[in-house]
């Protein structure tokens, strides 16, 4: 990380930039959560590389947060793909999708194994929550 700049020169998920755009364009409101913060003395670098890189495949968001604890920024919904992730915040009861790789397989639950299916399961969510709040205020 610190002496070839990883943060800047890893290449996206396929499919990733393009349906978080998709996302944005929906009003769909991203917040990317990351724990990079743990080389000591080296946080500017690895905040600048960070920006840098989502710049440069321009990945669209709201927030970017660079913390351990993910659960504490209160999103409606999470995506991700570690275990110890994925697990906690379910524990706090926070609606999580599993985004596939190698060390998820024997998770359950919501999964998406490409971008255009998490893009899918967030619009079906989005749409829904949308629904739930017509009808709660057409019903006040």
Same mark, same amino acid.
């Given at each position: 990380?610190?002496?070839?700049?990883?943060?800047?020169?890893?290449?996206?998920?396929?499919?990733? =930039? *393009?349906?978080?755009?998709? %996302?944005?364009? /929906?009003?769909?409101?991203?917040? #990317?959560?990351?724990? $990079?913060?743990?080389? +000591?003395?080296?946080?500017?670098?690895?905040?600048?590389?960070?920006?840098?890189?989502?710049?440069?495949?321009?990945?669209?968001?709201?927030?970017?947060?660079?913390?351990?604890?993910? =659960? *504490?920024?209160?999103?409606? %919904?999470?995506? /991700?793909?570690?275990?110890?992730? #994925?697990?906690?915040? $379910?524990?706090?009861? +926070?609606?999580?999708?599993?985004?596939?790789?190698?060390?998820?397989?024997?998770?359950?639950?919501?999964?998406?194994?490409?971008?255009?299916?998490?893009?899918?399961?967030?619009?079906?969510?989005?749409?829904?929550?949308?629904?739930?709040?017509?009808?709660?205020?057409?019903?006040?």
């Amino acid at each position: 990380v610190t002496e070839r700049g990883l943060f800047r020169s890893l290449n996206p998920i396929p499919g990733a =930039a *393009a349906q978080l755009r998709r %996302l944005s364009a /929906e009003n769909v409101r991203i917040r #990317i959560i990351t724990h $990079r913060l743990f080389i +000591n003395h080296f946080h500017k670098e690895a905040l600048s590389q960070t920006i840098e890189w989502l710049d440069y495949y321009g990945i669209p968001y709201r927030d970017l947060c660079f913390m351990e604890e993910k =659960a *504490a920024v209160g999103a409606d %919904l999470y995506i /991700e793909d570690a275990p110890k992730n #994925i697990q906690k915040l $379910r524990d706090e009861g +926070n609606e999580t999708i599993v985004f596939t790789n190698s060390t998820n397989h024997d998770v359950s639950g919501s999964r998406a194994d490409k971008w255009t299916e998490v893009a899918t399961m967030v619009l079906n969510r989005q749409h829904d929550w949308l629904a739930g709040q017509q009808k709660s205020t057409t019903t006040a």
